[in-house]
């Protein structure tokens, strides 16, 4: 498939592309700064800053089968990339004809009422971000979407293999963990209309994904 990545430098981003290029996919890389995109081949760096409009976003995502959303602003800008930007590129997705639409979110970032979990209680006003991008995806668009979310993301050279879903706490994720599962449900039509919520676990990530 033909993939667009909306915050290709970031650490999610950077080891789900390396991922999506050994299952054979082609990947536009969108970046603030494209001179930083790890040049590989089947990756093409494009300009993309989520400031832009709908119709700006529009012509940079068009011609692909698939977005991804790994942006995220680390608390600096949260209205304009976490939120908005996120709703824009649904909207962009849309407008250019394309259905699938993978989010990377954060655990319960649509259950306010577990907000008060010791791992979530101080980034309130980020999960107010997230739950707005997800309810915007799930109540105002007709996408084949899937809303990952993780709980706290973990630097690691390399990861398990395993995760566990439906957790009930936020608990710990590594990064390479979470770009397996980002890449792998691209094509996996269970995953359609669903939030996975994970963490790091017992269950290889294909098996866990087979029984969405
Ligand atoms: N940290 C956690 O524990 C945790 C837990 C669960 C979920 N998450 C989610 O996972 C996401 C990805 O995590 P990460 O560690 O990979 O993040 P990261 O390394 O901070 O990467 C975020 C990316 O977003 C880009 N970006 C920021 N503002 C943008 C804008 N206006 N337009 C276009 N791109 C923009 C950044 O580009 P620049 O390099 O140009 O700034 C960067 O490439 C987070 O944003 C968060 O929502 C995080």
């Known amino acids: 498939m033909k993939v667009f990545i909306a915050g290709a430098t970031g650490r999610v981003a ?28 089947r990756v093409t760096a494009v300009k ?8 700006e976003l529009s012509e940079i995502v068009k011609n692909h089968d698939a977005i991804y959303f790994l942006a995220g602003s680390r608390g600096k ?8 930007g996120a709703t824009k590129l649904m909207q962009a997705a849309e407008a250019s004809g394309i259905k699938r639409f993978i989010l990377l979110s954060s655990i319960f970032a649509t ?23 997800d309810q915007w995806l799930i109540q105002n668009t007709n996408l084949d979407y899937t809303i990952v979310q993780p709980g706290n993301l973990i ?11 439906n957790v009930r706490k936020s608990q710990p994720n590594t990064i390479p963990n979470v770009a397996e599962v980002l890449s792998t449900i ?27």
């Open 77 to 84: 800008d949260l209205l304009q990339t976490d939120a908005f």
């Open 14 to 41: 950077e080891v789900t592309i390396k991922h999506l290029i050994q299952l054979g996919h082609q990947v536009t890389a969108g970046a603030r700064q494209p001179e930083r995109v790890n040049p590989l081949e």
């Open 186 to 212: 691209l094509d996996k039509e269970n995953t359609y209309r669903q939030i996975i919520q994970m963490s790091d676990g017992d269950t290889p990530i294909a098996q866990a994904i087979a029984t969405i």
């Open 111 to 133: 259950e306010p009422e577990k907000w008060s979990d010791p791992n979530l209680r101080h980034i309130t006003d980020y999960n107010i971000a997230k739950y707005f991008a």
């Open 155 to 165: 630097a690691s050279e390399t990861g398990s293999g395993k995760i566990e879903l």
């Open 48 to 55: 993309l800053d989520l400031h832009a409009s709908i119709n």
